[in-house]
Structure formats: structure tokens, C-alpha cells
């Protein structure tokens, strides 16, 4: 069979999806992370009182809850990359699982600890 499924004018690659949401994730990486390094030049690490404050403002915790989601991710895609090329089959699955409920369960996690400082 060609590289064209019948019926269909894309070509047919298994991992096309998933690089795709891999490149997407990494080019809203960018900014974010360059948005969220420039809200934090106000920040004033000796203090805890001064980060709880910051994180307490409307750009901080905008920016925490966008950039979260989007880092969680692209490392659970990245992750799973190198879980498919280097272990064996009988773990595959059940380590793509756990990595995929981690991602959700530290994206949940960090939402709830940002919007309980509010």
C-alpha cells in the first residue's frame, strides 16, 4: 500500500499527530516561558511573603495557569518518546499510562496550589 491511505489526500504516518502536538506545545513554550520571565523582573526572591505576593497578581497567576498546562505537556509527549525507543514492550503501555494520569494529576495539582493563593 502507498504512502496515501485509499479514500484520503494526506499521507498516512503513525507518529505525525503526536509530532505535531509536540511542535505546537514547544512554540507556546516560547513565549510563555519569555512572558513569564519578564512578569518575574518585579519579583524579589529574598522573601517568601514577596513570591506569595507576586503569584497573588493577575499577570503572574495568568501566566502560571497557561504555562502549566502546556509544560506538563510537552514533557509527558517528550516522555513518551523516549519510553516507546527504549523500553521493552511489556512495560510500555503501563509506563505511558502512568506518565499521561502524572501530567494530568501535577497540571491539576499546580492549578489548585496557584489559585489557592488568590
Known sequence: ???????????RHPGLGHWRWQRASA?????????TLWLSQSLDPATYGS?????????????LLI????WYLHGSLGLQIVIEDYVRAPHRSLLIWLVRVGAVFLTIATAWAVLAIK
Do not use: C, H, K
Open 1 to 11: 500500500m502507498n504512502a496515501l491511505e485509499q479514500g484520503s489526500s494526506r499521507p
Open 27 to 35: 512554540m507556546l513554550l516560547a513565549p510563555l516561558i519569555l512572558w
Open 51 to 63: 513570591a506569595l505576593a507576586w503569584v497573588d497578581g493577575a499577570g503572574p497567576t495568568s501566566a
Open 67 to 70: 504555562l502549566t498546562p502546556v
